[in-house]
């Protein structure tokens, strides 16, 4: 079992910065892929980015590539996303994921690959 807890969620002005962390705790040696999700109102839960665990190397989706940047603490078992450039687009409540089962790269932007998830945190970005 993997539990997952985010933080740093908040109201921020569109252009604006803000840093969310995601602590894992329980069998960490068992995780693969670290993700962030968010859905916003009304839509489905969307791929943010993803992030290896024992390599680090980082997948982003089109629209947040080069604002977005994921970040890991292994030490900390946290993963970060630091989110650049806020625009009001960007507003969902945004999660975090755990994948232990070796998914393959091309399975990472499927929300269901993943076995655990945090409660969430809500970002909203005021035009």
């Known amino acids: 079992q993997v539990q997952l807890a985010e933080s740093g969620g908040g109201l921020v002005q569109a252009g604006g910065s803000l840093r969310l962390s995601c602590g894992a705790s329980?069998?960490?040696?068992?995780?693969?892929?670290m993700s962030w999700f968010r859905q916003a109102p009304g839509k489905e839960r969307e791929f943010v980015g993803a992030i290896t665990w024992n390599s680090g190397r980082t997948y982003y989706a089109a629209s947040v590539k080069g604002r977005f940047t994921i970040s890991k603490d292994n030490s900390n078992s946290a993963v970060y996303l630091q989110m650049n450039g806020l625009k009001s687009d960007d507003t969902a409540v945004y999660y975090c994921?755990?994948?232990?089962?070796?998914?393959?790269?091309?399975?990472?932007?499927?929300?269901?690959?993943?076995?655990?998830w945090g409660q969430g945190t809500q970002v909203t970005v005021s035009s």
């Open positions: 994921a755990a994948d232990t089962s070796g998914a393959l790269v091309a399975a990472l932007v499927n929300s269901r690959t993943y076995e655990y």
């Open positions: 329980g069998r960490i040696s068992s995780i693969n892929v």
